[in-house]
């Protein structure tokens, strides 16, 4: 989000054939069990695109953009993005097991929020406050999240071998106000035209049984 005019660059230099590569479903996912709420918390470059997506999400009950794997001091943006405080931006989803599993939640995250190749950047951002981790909130989660990516490369469904880190016990922050929403209160801006909306169309391509429409919002009057 910092870099415009290379944002520019590299999405001219893409393919106009480029599209959304859906990963097959976790052979090994969590049962629903009887709670009715859930937390996962992924990160996958900037966190606007990230939570634009699950907001989108059939099952999905509430996507805070945020800070993670840092410490709370250190939890706000300008912070953040001196790239030296451990933290990445990153979206704490709360869902409802009932309706969407948590394996889906990371099949959709591994599909179509962001590329799981790379490493500590997605496009034009760089730094490891954009790097592709997922922060298990229960065992259960790590185990899942770990027999995922295992199966994805065994079965070698991207060419590069996924970058993503799986980083247990830590703390999630919510961002600030304006970060929030921020995809649905400025669908015109340049950064969310070129890099985010294609990936709500990609969900719903991909996802039709899990897309919705009306996105659920953090502050649903702005």
């Known amino acids: 989000m910092k ?3 290379l944002a520019l660059a590299f999405v001219l230099a893409l393919p106009l054939s480029a599209q959304a ?8 996912d969590e049962p629903a069990g009887q709670a009715t709420t859930e937390v996962a918390v992924v990160a996958g470059g900037c966190f606007w695109g990230v939570q634009g997506v699950f907001q989108h999400v059939d099952g999905v009950i509430k996507a805070v953009s945020g800070y993670a794997g840092g410490e709370k001091n ?34 959709i995250y ?13 496009g034009p951002d760089v730094g ?33 071998k996924i970058a993503t880190t799986i980083e247990p016990g830590k703390t999630f922050y919510p961002a600030e106000d304006y970060h929030q929403d921020f995809l649905a209160r400025h669908p015109n801006y340049p950064y969310i035209v070129i890099y985010d909306l294609p990936k709500i169309a990609d969900l719903k391509a991909s996802f039709p049984d899990f897309y919705r ?10």
């Open 21 to 28: 590569r859906v990963v097959p479903a976790p052979v090994q």
């Open 213 to 222: 429409a009306d996105p659920v919002l953090v502050f649903a009057s702005k």
């Open 128 to 160: 490891t406050s954009y790097r592709s981790t997922i922060f298990p909130t229960s065992d259960e989660q790590a185990k899942v999240a770990k027999a995922y990516i295992a199966q994805l490369d065994d079965a070698h469904v991207y060419k590069r």
């Open 74 to 107: 250190d939890a706000d943006y300008k912070t953040v993005s001196s790239e030296k405080t451990g933290h990445a931006e990153s979206v704490q989803i709360t869902f409802d097991p009932h309706r969407i599993s948590y394996g889906r939640i990371l099949q």
């Open 110 to 122: 591994f599909s179509v929020a962001h590329d799981p190749t790379e490493i500590n950047r997605q």
């Open 3 to 5: 870099h415009l005019l």
